[in-house]
């Protein structure tokens, strides 16, 4: 069965610092993935998705994740974080038949000044 | 183009009541699913429905059922409800099936079983 692993629950890091949110997936066929981004008491917005068109991803509000297959990774990444950016993070993964989104338990970023 | 929209979005209910959560998708979108999202579990996929027909369900017990209607719009039902059943229920619409077609998601509806 297809899953996926967030290596952090919580990640703090400075306003203008790299920010790094980590995800593994498990599948044995290359995989559809996907980064969401939720804020309090909302739903889960798109961040980006990789669907084996490009390895290197961009997605909105300047953030981009790199498909790694000899790493099963797919980390997501922003240059410089901005205080707007702290919410909790969720990779997933599109299980086999295509009907259902696979998450990890979620990385809640924090971002201070 | 108007979001997916929830209705209700907070609902209180008491243990052995049912409750039924509405979804609208985004406009031409004829898929529906519906997760539950849990501080426990996290979030968890209930089912999926295309075409009036539910193509998927999750490991969730009968009590959870739902239905889309011919316009898309899509009813999730529990019956029986218990305390465990407290969670933030979220629905998603997409234009098809297939691994590839991202989901975009509504704001949520919050229940707590009291």
């Known amino acids: 069965a297809q899953s996926v692993t967030q290596l952090g629950s919580h990640v703090s890091v400075s306003e203008g610092a790299l920010v790094l949110l980590r995800c593994n997936y498990s599948s044995s066929v290359p995989p559809y993935l996907f980064w969401y981004v939720q804020y309090p008491n909302q739903g889960l917005q798109l961040l980006l998705k990789?669907?084996?068109?490009?390895?290197l991803v961009k997605g909105i509000n300047g953030f981009e994740a790199e498909f790694k297959k000899s790493e099963t990774s797919f980390h997501l990444t922003k240059p410089s974080a901005h205080m707007s950016d702290a919410a909790e993070y969720f990779c997933?993964?599109?299980?086999?038949?295509?009907?259902?989104?696979?998450f990890g338990k979620g990385t809640t970023l924090s971002v201070s000044s | 183009k108007a979001g997916v929209t929830q209705t209700p979005r907070y609902l209180i209910k008491t243990r052995g009541q049912q409750v039924t959560l509405s979804c609208s998708p985004i406009s031409g979108h004829r898929s529906v699913s519906w997760y539950q999202q849990t501080p426990g579990q996290g979030l968890q996929f209930l089912f999926e429905y295309f075409s009036e027909t539910q193509r998927n369900k999750g490991n969730f017990p009968g009590r959870f059922s739902g239905r889309q209607f011919s316009n898309s719009r899509s009813e999730m039902n529990v019956s029986t409800l218990e305390l465990g059943d407290s969670a933030l229920y979220l629905c998603a619409s997409r234009t098809g099936q297939g691994p590839s077609y991202e989901q975009y998601f509504g704001p949520g509806t919050r229940l707590t079983v009291t």
């Open positions: 990789y669907t084996s068109a490009a390895t």
């Open positions: 997933a993964v599109s299980e086999q038949a295509g009907t259902a989104l696979i």
